[in-house]
């Protein structure tokens, strides 16, 4: 796992989209997976205007999303579905049915989390996946646990998870549970990108680095990863 450190965010968000560009320039018709929140919000951007400027063509791109709350309509602000459209989907050429994100209302979820491990299967698996970090080291909505998660599965949130995200939701009610990629679905992708940047991240940041392997921390089996980079800023890599 190697990380490098930068000044701001905007850096962080070329040196990312550098990343895109050289993949899809080997690879147009690439498998990538996107994460939202706020930490990937200047690589999206950085990715729409290369987009605009005729750098970068989505057009051949199959994606897949890391996670959706359960419970939320897709149409809700804060679903997951809502913030990649908003923010990346509606403002590239990517062609609709080429975009899977996960159905957090699906009748059955488990059934849900089967097909979308087949679909990233059938895809060819990531080629590039995309993480923030939550506070407590999760990636994904894979909260610490006593043990890994394989593949995707029904997650209760952490409190942590809560306390960071109910900010978006009015009066703070929002979903407990979510769906996500596992641990295993994660670790399967080619080349992994983790960005964080802010102190709040500094001590997650630390623990992914310098710590034990464990499912305290989700984000520390990243260790393990042969193609895996963190782009952080001097506040995330504070502990490292
Ligand atoms: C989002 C996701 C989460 C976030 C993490 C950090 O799809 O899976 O793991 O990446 O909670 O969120 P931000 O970037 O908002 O600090």
């Known amino acids: ?20 560009s050289a993949l899809l320039q080997k690879k147009p018709d690439a498998v990538l997976g996107f994460a939202t929140g706020a930490s990937p919000i200047p690589t999206y951007r950085e990715l729409i205007r290369r987009n605009h400027s005729g750098a970068l063509s989505f057009r051949n791109v199959t994606t897949f999303n890391l996670d959706e709350y359960c419970e939320l309509p897709r149409e809700d602000k804060n679903s997951y579905y809502t913030f990649m459209h908003e923010n990346l989907f509606s403002q590239i050429d990517i062609r609709e049915e080429n975009v899977h994100l996960l159905n957090g209302n699906a009748a059955d979820l488990n059934a849900e989390a089967a097909a979308y491990e087949q679909a990233i299967g059938t895809a060819g ?64 992708a080619r080349q992994i990108i983790l960005i964080a940047t802010g102190s709040k991240k500094a001590k997650a940041i630390g623990m992914t680095v310098n710590g ?3 499912p305290r921390c989700p984000a520390s089996v990243l260790q393990f990863h042969p193609n895996t980079v963190l782009l952080l800023d001097k506040e995330a890599a504070a502990e490292l």
């Open 1 to 20: 796992m190697d990380f490098r450190i930068f000044d701001t965010a905007e850096e962080i968000a070329r040196v990312c989209a550098d990343y895109y």
């Open 125 to 188: 698996g990531i080629d590039l996946q995309l993480l923030g970090i939550g506070t407590n080291g999760h990636i994904g909505f894979n909260e610490p646990a006593d043990h890994f998660t394989n593949k995707t599965f029904v997650v209760e949130l952490a409190k942590s998870t809560v306390t960071s995200n109910k900010i978006y939701f009015e009066n703070g009610a929002m979903p407990t549970h979510a769906i996500t990629m596992g641990i295993g679905t994660i670790f399967a």
């Open 212 to 214: 034990d392997i464990t």
